[in-house]
């Protein structure tokens, strides 16, 4: 599998891209959340992916950096499936409430010839009997729970909600193989009960917003962020194989990598990765 970062800053960022990704199995593709608006097109052309290839997508939350690429998305989508350049279906994965703001975004915002290719499910496992009802090409609105077993992309995905005390929030942890996993925490600091997803993965990928040295400066912990140096700590006690770390303030941008791998090498033995927008990485 593979992994390409489309963008890797936190909400307010204007020198890079929001907190996004694509994971790839050859050209099966897991878009996960979409930043905030239709910059996602410029991510996904640098990175030499057709939004045609992307047949399924997850949300993480409702936030806004997160969840309006995803309106664009859906706007792509359909507007392909009206022009006959899609066939078959695209599936977005999604918590309820998450599922719900979309599906009245959607139809607020895009004309019928748009949005009447959207099919949304009111309760997760509904599939089976709501298939009967479908035409193709559709984009499905697929609710999941917590714990929530998947298989997308030709791999077993298992989602769980963060419990996040702001806004509802899920996370995924999906086999590569047999025994090895990558754990993604989502945009805040992973949580205890979180630890039977993340403990010895060999990917985690969490959350950064900035180095601890300057905590005082961006202040990460109002919005239930970490620091480079908690994130590391956390990974090194977790024991986690490589340790990836995003949604950053964008304030040293050149710098970022390197005074992120000098404060994380202190606390974490494992592989540090401190991606760039575009960057990919093989997991
Ligand atoms: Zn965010």
């Not at 020198?15 to 996904?44: A, H, K, P, W």
């Not at 030709?154 to 942890?173: C, L, M, V, W, Y």
């Not at 480079?228 to 770390?245: F, G, S, T, W």
Request: one cysteine or more; glycine letters at 8%; charged letters at 25%.
């Amino acid at each position: 599998m593979k992994l390409t970062m489309l963008g890797t800053g936190s909400a307010m960022v204007t020198e890079c891209y929001n907190t996004c990704f694509v994971l790839s199995e050859g050209r099966q593709r897991l878009l996960v959340d979409g930043g905030g608006g239709n910059g996602i097109f410029l991510q996904l052309n640098r990175a030499g992916i057709d939004v045609r290839e992307i047949r399924d997508i997850f949300v993480t939350h409702k936030h806004a950096d997160h969840i309006l690429g995803i309106v664009w998305m859906i706007r792509m989508l359909c507007q392909n499936m009206s022009q006959g350049n899609y066939e078959g279906e695209a599936r977005i994965y999604a918590h309820e409430e998450v599922i719900g703001i979309l599906d009245d975004m959607v139809h607020m915002l895009f004309w019928e010839k748009q949005t009447r290719f959207i099919f949304r499910q009111s309760k997760p496992g509904e599939r089976e009997a709501a298939l009967a009802d479908l035409s193709y090409p559709c984009l499905r609105l697929i609710p999941i729970e917590d714990g929530q077993e998947q298989i997308i992309i030709g791999h077993k995905f298992t989602f769980f909600d963060i419990r996040s005390t702001k806004d509802r929030q899920f996370g995924f942890s999906v086999l590569l193989d047999e025994n090895e996993r990558l754990t993604c925490c989502g945009d805040e600091t992973c949580h205890e009960h979180e630890y039977q997803y993340a403990a010895k993965s060999k990917w985690l990928m969490h959350e950064a917003f900035c180095l601890a040295s300057q905590a005082d400066v961006f202040r990460p912990y109002e919005k239930h962020h970490s620091t480079v140096k908690d994130a590391c700590i956390l990974a090194e006690h977790l024991q986690v194989q490589n340790l990836i770390l995003y949604h950053t303030e964008d304030k040293n941008m050149a710098e970022r990598k390197a005074r992120y791998e000098q404060e994380g090498r202190e606390y974490y033995s494992g592989n540090l990765y401190i991606p760039a927008d575009l960057e990919e990485i093989a997991l």
